[in-house]
């Protein structure tokens, strides 16, 4: 993976006010938005992901490393929607209702649009009905639900089984502290992640299956 780019080292390190510097210097250069995205945006926040997975980086400087990113996107985001440039993927995530928690799921759209996934989060304490009419609305592919209350979980449950009997077929993924691939079984979500290092991989995994 490529981190010897001066963007790519500038947001694996978070040094988010040299990002937008760095992006214009790539655009002077003669570089589109989407081939910045791909060789130097995607390949950081894989190492970014990496480096969390290996317990070489931790949670602070892992949303360091994401806000920078997000200095990025702010310049390039514009840019890809003039050229009519489209994510290969979207995806809706969001907080189930009765929980407030969002760092974990901040993390995960983070992550995702770093991977060039188009990101629709709807935020904290979001009920069933909410995630039908998203996913319907935009089509979405991906949806990534989270929990960090054991008291929350049925309401995760609640959630996949409201999308289903709404005849959706998004991948839905779930994730948060108490969380296991067991859980995701048995409500009936595609997969789990145990945290935002290893959400892109196992996102990927299921939107190509």
């Given at each position: 993976?490529?981190?010897s780019?001066?963007?790519?080292?500038?947001?694996i390190?978070?040094?988010?006010k040299?990002?937008?510097?760095?992006v214009?210097?790539c655009?002077?250069?003669?570089?589109?938005?989407?081939?910045?995205?791909?060789?130097?945006?995607?390949?950081?926040?894989?190492?970014?992901?990496?480096?969390?997975?290996?317990?070489?980086?931790?949670?602070?400087?892992?949303?360091?490393?994401?806000?920078?990113m997000k200095?990025?996107?702010?310049?390039?985001?514009?840019?890809?929607?003039?050229?009519?440039?489209?994510?290969?993927?979207?995806?809706v995530?969001?907080?189930?209702?009765?929980?407030?928690?969002?760092?974990?799921?901040?993390?995960?759209?983070m992550?995702?649009?770093?991977a060039?996934?188009?990101?629709?989060?709807?935020?904290?304490?979001?009920?069933?009905?909410?995630?039908?009419?998203?996913?319907?609305?935009?089509?979405?592919k991906?949806?990534?639900?989270?929990?960090?209350?054991t008291?929350?979980?049925?309401?995760?449950r609640?959630?996949?089984k409201?999308i289903?009997?709404?005849?959706?077929?998004?991948?839905?993924?779930?994730g948060?502290?108490?969380?296991?691939?067991?859980?995701?079984?048995?409500?009936?979500?595609?997969?789990?992640?145990?945290?935002?290092?290893?959400?892109?991989?196992?996102?990927m995994?299921?939107?190509?299956?």
């Amino acid at each position: 993976m490529n981190d010897s780019h001066p963007l790519s080292a500038a947001i694996i390190a978070g040094k988010r006010k040299e990002v937008p510097e760095l992006v214009q210097a790539c655009i002077s250069a003669g570089e589109s938005a989407q081939f910045i995205v791909e060789n130097h945006l995607v390949p950081a926040m894989a190492i970014v992901g990496e480096k969390f997975k290996n317990n070489e980086i931790f949670v602070p400087e892992m949303l360091i490393a994401a806000r920078a990113m997000k200095e990025a996107l702010k310049i390039l985001e514009p840019m890809l929607v003039e050229a009519g440039v489209v994510a290969e993927f979207n995806a809706v995530i969001g907080t189930v209702e009765g929980d407030l928690h969002d760092i974990g799921k901040n993390l995960v759209a983070m992550m995702w649009k770093g991977a060039n996934i188009d990101v629709i989060d709807l935020g904290v304490n979001v009920p069933p009905a909410k995630f039908v009419e998203a996913i319907r609305e935009h089509n979405a592919k991906l949806v990534g639900l989270s929990a960090l209350l054991t008291t929350t979980m049925p309401a995760m449950r609640e959630t996949v089984k409201a999308i289903r009997e709404a005849g959706l077929t998004p991948k839905i993924m779930i994730g948060g502290a108490p969380i296991t691939s067991e859980y995701a079984n048995e409500i009936g979500a595609d997969g789990y992640a145990s945290d935002a290092g290893s959400a892109v991989d196992a996102a990927m995994a299921l939107l190509k299956s």
